[in-house]
């Protein structure tokens, strides 16, 4: 460091100035190129958003005014046809002629029950499976076996609305 205060001494005052006035310039350009430039791009750049923005605002809440009403309408009548997932499942079996194969039911955690059949045909298992689907009712854990008797299964599954 030294050396550069005993070379910086030697100098003639105008020297120095042009070497002050020359770093004061170069820092000054890196300044404008790197920071001022791209902040005001920026900036220009976010003005132009800010009217587009308050339309896709305006019109956000003109749809959510809309809605509203639609969601709540939606939303009573669906809770006024939620049947008990214990009536869905014998109300579905009984149609699909498997209430009889329905050994045992059994409530679980969370509106979820456990339902065990006994020497069930598989496919007509299936189809009661995609009855319940439509209704709501969602299948969460299956366990097939082989029955005793010809092509006949015992099921254990766990069901829940879906």
């Given at each position: 460091?030294?050396?550069?205060?005993?070379?910086?001494?030697?100098?003639?005052?105008?020297?120095?100035?042009?070497?002050?006035?020359?770093?004061?310039?170069?820092?000054?350009?890196?300044?404008?190129?790197?920071?001022?430039?791209?902040?005001?791009?920026?900036?220009?750049?976010?003005?132009?958003?800010?009217?587009?923005?308050?339309?896709v605002v305006t019109n956000?809440?003109?749809?959510?005014?809309?809605?509203?009403?639609?969601?709540?309408?939606?939303?009573?009548?669906?809770?006024?046809?939620?049947?008990?997932?214990?009536?869905?499942?014998?109300?579905?079996?009984?149609?699909?002629?498997?209430?009889?194969?329905?050994?045992?039911?059994?409530?679980?955690?969370?509106?979820?029950?456990?339902?065990?059949?006994?020497?069930?045909?598989?496919?007509?298992?299936?189809?009661?499976?995609?009855?319940?689907?439509?209704?709501?009712?969602?299948?969460?854990?299956?366990?097939?076996?082989?029955?005793?008797?010809?092509?006949?299964?015992?099921?254990?599954?766990?069901?829940?609305?879906?």
């Open positions: 460091m030294s050396a550069l205060q005993q070379y910086w001494r030697h100098l003639d005052a105008r020297e120095r100035i042009y070497i002050v006035v020359g770093v004061l310039s170069v820092v000054a350009i890196l300044f404008y190129a790197n920071i001022w430039a791209p902040w005001q791009d920026t900036l220009k750049h976010l003005r132009k958003q800010v009217p587009v923005q308050r339309q956000m809440e003109m749809m959510a005014a809309q809605i509203k009403p639609l969601l709540k309408k939606s939303l009573s009548s669906n809770n006024k046809s939620r049947k008990p997932v214990l009536t869905v499942i014998e109300s579905t079996a009984t149609a699909s002629k498997l209430r009889d194969a329905i050994k045992q039911m059994r409530p679980g955690e969370r509106d979820q029950y456990q339902v065990w059949l006994q020497d069930t045909d598989f496919d007509q298992w299936m189809r009661w499976i995609d009855s319940l689907r439509k209704a709501g009712i969602e299948v969460i854990s299956v366990s097939v076996s082989k029955a005793q008797e010809g092509s006949m299964v015992n099921i254990r599954m766990t069901v829940s609305r879906g």
